[in-house]
């Protein structure tokens, strides 16, 4: 997955599950006196169809364009802006998107008419923090019309068990742990569990960062944020699956 441009067509979020209590985006927005539940629209919510004086676009690849990083873009404020939103991926083709998300249940809501079983250029990811997520979530996950899927594993607060949930519909896993000072505690152990379900299902895996405090071979190591990307490569676990060709999305 590699890194790219980021979108952020509405700003706040509502804490849903343990995943959530240390919300960089809450840490940021009280630290300049914001409220982080509050949802509003952004200045940048046409950023992907706004054009430069030359007329190319302002936004831009190569990477993935992550979208919505500070807010979830199924969220319920979000309703009355996401079929605009849509609009503007439908017609970047030319950029890939990802969008993460909490609330996989409210995935239908306002989607594209032509969506059918997902656009080419999208990848859709779901949070999945520890078992009791997994379980409920990830059953809705594969049931919706999504085309390219990925599973999140971040923050990870406990080993996890996806072996029920990894086929063909997976393009990938994505595992790390928790940043910040008050990050819960991630073991390397964990994301070898995960990282062994997903050799065994040929999915592709991707350890993005260690977290602040991480624990190897029983010691606990604080980790800078600078370096924790860094510190997850070196264990040497991200590996490509290879899939089969899927059709090209064609609107």
């Not at 809450?26 to 630290?31: M, P």
């Not at 996989?104 to 008419?113: G, Y």
Request: proline share 5%; hydrophobic share 35%.
């Amino acid at each position: 997955m590699p890194a790219g441009e980021g979108w952020n067509p509405w700003h706040g979020c509502h804490k849903l599950s343990p995943g959530c209590q240390n919300c960089y985006m809450h840490r940021r927005d009280a630290s300049v006196g914001r409220d982080g539940d509050q949802v509003y629209k952004t200045t940048a919510f046409d950023l992907p169809i706004r054009r430069r004086r030359d007329g190319s676009y302002r936004l831009r690849g190569p990477g993935e364009v992550f979208t919505c990083g500070t807010s979830d873009f199924f969220l319920e404020e979000a309703d009355a802006w996401r079929a605009e939103a849509w609009s503007f991926i439908r017609q970047r083709r030319d950029l890939r998107f990802l969008i993460i998300t909490k609330r996989i249940e409210r995935f239908r809501v306002q989607l594209p008419e032509d969506w059918g079983a997902g656009y080419e250029n999208v990848r859709i990811g779901c949070t999945v923090e520890n078992q009791d997520r997994a379980d409920a979530r990830l059953p809705i996950f594969l049931e919706m019309p999504i085309r390219r899927r990925v599973i999140i594993c971040e923050p990870l607060l406990e080993p996890v068990n996806l072996l029920p949930y990894l086929d063909e519909r997976v393009e990938e896993v994505v595992a790390g742990g928790e940043s910040g000072y008050t990050a819960r505690t991630c073991r390397y152990e964990w994301i070898l569990g995960l990282h062994r379900q997903c050799l065994e299902r040929r999915v592709s895996f991707w350890f993005k960062q260690t977290g602040t405090h991480f624990v190897k071979d029983g010691r606990c190591y604080t980790i800078a944020k600078r370096l924790q990307h860094a510190q997850a490569r070196k264990a040497g676990l991200n590996f490509q699956a290879e899939k089969e060709e899927t059709d090209t999305w064609e609107p």
